[in-house]
């Protein structure tokens, strides 16, 4: 995970905030980590119809949000209106697209979670997850 170190503290606590060196870790540390969960994200996609509604599902990224994540899976499938991300650990994420009327909290409430309508989580094994569909 990106961290920032301890020599990189003494300017924050003077004031500053964002310098030159805290740009260089993010353009050449963050980023590439970030493209790189992307891409794991991208490989493990699979998207499905399920009661006439395009769903994408994927393991959730190590160090990256679930947010930034389906933003990009979004943007990239245009015809995707529910994000779906798990975890080995059995954690299920779901997140809705701009603009459709999918009550992600319903979906979470079937999963033993909760949350908001366009975003929720909730435990159950993915297998299931077509049946609560």
């Not at 004031?15 to 870790?25: I, M, R, S, T």
């Not at 969960?37 to 699979?46: C, G, P, W, Y």
């Not at 160090?63 to 779906?84: Q, Y």
Request: proline share 4%; with cysteine.
């Amino acid at each position: 995970m990106f961290i920032i170190n301890c020599r990189k503290r003494k300017p924050a606590s003077k004031g500053v905030f964002w310098d030159e060196e805290l740009q260089e870790d993010y353009e050449h540390r963050y980023l590439p980590l970030k493209e790189s969960a992307i891409s794991s994200v991208i490989k493990s996609l699979s998207i499905y119809i399920i009661s006439g509604l395009v769903v994408a599902i994927t393991e959730s990224p190590r160090i990256l949000s679930n947010c930034l994540a389906s933003e990009k899976i979004f943007e990239d499938n245009p015809d995707v209106r529910l994000m779906v991300f798990y975890s080995p650990h059995g954690k299920v994420s779901v997140r809705r697209k701009v603009g459709t009327d999918i009550k992600c909290d319903m979906i979470a409430r079937r999963l033993n979670g909760g949350g908001h309508s366009y975003a929720a989580a909730g435990i159950r094994v993915i297998k299931e997850l077509q049946t609560i569909l």
